[in-house]
C-alpha cells in the first residue's frame, strides 16, 4: 500500500466511525482489502451527502440555500476523481482509487449524485414508484456499488439487483424513522398518493390528530423493507463468506430498524430509533452462522413484484 492510499484509508476509516457506527461494526467483518475499499467508498458517499446537506457526518442536518450549486461541485469532484485527477479532498480521492481498483461502473456513481439532484430541487414522491426510484437513487446504487467493491462482476446484473434490494430495505427503514426529521427541514419522502388515501391534507402528517394515520404509513414501509431484505440475502449466496457475514450483519441491524419503527406505533418519532452494541454484537454472531449456511437457501428467482433498478443512468 503507498503512503498516499494508507492516509485516504485512514481518513476514510475516521470518517465511517464517526458517520454510521453499523456500517463500521458490519465493515470489520469482510476482509482486509474489500473493508478498505468499503471505507474508501463510504468516505466518498459521506462527503457528498455532507456537502449537499450541510450537515458534519450526518449529523446536525439543516436547509441549504444553494443545494443545487453544491450537487454541480460534487458531480465535478467526482467526474474528476473518476477521470484520475487529484481532487485535493481525500473523500472524493479515494472514489477514484476504489473506482480504479474495481471497474466500478460509473453510471452508479451519477446516479447515486441524480439523488443528491433530487434533494436538491426540492423534489417529492407523488407515487410508490417515485418513492422506489429516490430509494434506488440514494441507497440501491450505493448497494451495486458495494458489491461490485465486495468482487461481483459489474456484468452480474441478477446479482446487483439483489445488492441494490438491499440498499432498498435500508432507505426505506431511514424514511420510516427519519419521518418526524424530515418534517423539520420541510421534507417528506411519504408518497403524495399514500397521504390522500390515508385523507392526511399535504404537510400536515406530523400533526397529532394524524399520527395513527402516519403510523400505518410507516409500517407500510417497514413491510416493502422487509421484502427487498429477504430478497438481498438470497444474493448472499455469490459472494465471500466473509463478504456474506458483513452483508447479512448489516442486514438485521438496519432490518430492526424498521421492525422497530413498526412496532413503536405512534412512538416510533419520539425518540430516534437506534440499536444498540450488544444488539449489533449479536447480530454479527448471528450473521456468521447465516453466512456459513447460505448455500442453503432457496435459490429462489426475484419476485417479479418488487420494483426493479433502471439499467441507465436516468433521472426521471
Not at 411519504?190 to 399520527?211: I, N, S, T, Y
Request: hydrophobic content about 45%; charged content about 30%.
Amino acid at each position: 500500500m503507498t503512503d498516499a492510499r494508507a492516509a485516504l484509508v485512514a481518513t476514510a476509516r475516521e470518517s465511517i466511525a464517526r458517520g454510521s457506527k453499523s456500517f463500521a461494526a458490519a465493515s470489520q467483518l469482510f476482509a482486509p482489502e474489500i473493508r478498505e475499499r468499503a471505507w474508501l467508498l463510504y468516505a466518498w458517499c459521506r462527503r457528498c451527502d455532507d456537502l449537499v446537506d450541510g450537515q458534519d457526518h450526518g449529523h446536525d442536518r439543516r436547509a441549504v440555500a444553494d443545494a443545487p450549486a453544491r450537487v454541480a461541485e460534487v458531480r465535478r469532484l467526482s467526474a474528476a476523481a473518476l477521470a484520475g485527477e487529484p481532487t485535493r479532498d481525500p473523500a472524493f480521492d479515494a472514489l477514484g482509487v476504489v473506482a480504479r481498483e474495481t471497474r466500478l461502473p460509473h453510471r452508479f456513481v451519477t446516479d447515486l449524485i441524480d439523488g443528491f439532484q433530487l434533494d436538491a430541487d426540492d423534489w417529492h414522491p407523488r407515487s410508490e414508484a417515485d418513492l422506489y426510484r429516490y430509494c434506488y437513487h440514494v441507497a440501491g446504487a450505493v448497494g451495486c456499488m458495494m458489491a461490485v467493491v465486495m468482487g461481483v462482476p459489474p456484468e452480474d446484473e441478477a446479482t446487483l439487483d439483489r445488492a441494490c434490494d438491499l440498499g432498498l430495505a435500508f432507505q426505506l427503514a431511514n424514511i420510516a424513522r427519519d419521518i418526524e426529521e424530515d418534517d423539520r427541514v420541510a421534507r417528506c419522502y411519504l408518497p403524495d398518493e399514500w397521504l390522500a388515501e390515508m385523507d392526511v391534507p399535504p404537510g400536515q402528517h406530523m400533526k397529532p390528530p394524524f399520527r395513527d394515520r402516519l403510523v400505518v404509513l410507516a409500517r407500510r414501509l417497514a413491510t416493502r423493507a422487509e421484502l427487498h431484505e429477504a430478497s438481498a440475502r438470497v444474493g448472499t449466496k455469490a459472494l465471500s463468506y466473509r463478504s456474506a457475514w458483513a452483508v447479512l450483519a448489516a442486514a438485521g441491524i438496519y432490518g430492526d430498524i424498521a421492525r422497530r419503527v413498526a412496532a413503536r406505533g405512534a412512538h416510533a418519532w419520539d425518540h430516534r430509533v437506534t440499536t444498540s452494541k450488544r444488539e449489533k454484537l449479536e447480530w454479527i454472531a448471528r450473521a456468521a452462522w447465516q453466512a456459513a449456511r447460505r448455500q442453503r437457501i432457496a435459490d429462489t428467482p426475484r419476485d417479479p413484484r418488487l420494483w426493479t433498478r433502471p439499467r441507465s443512468s436516468l433521472l426521471t
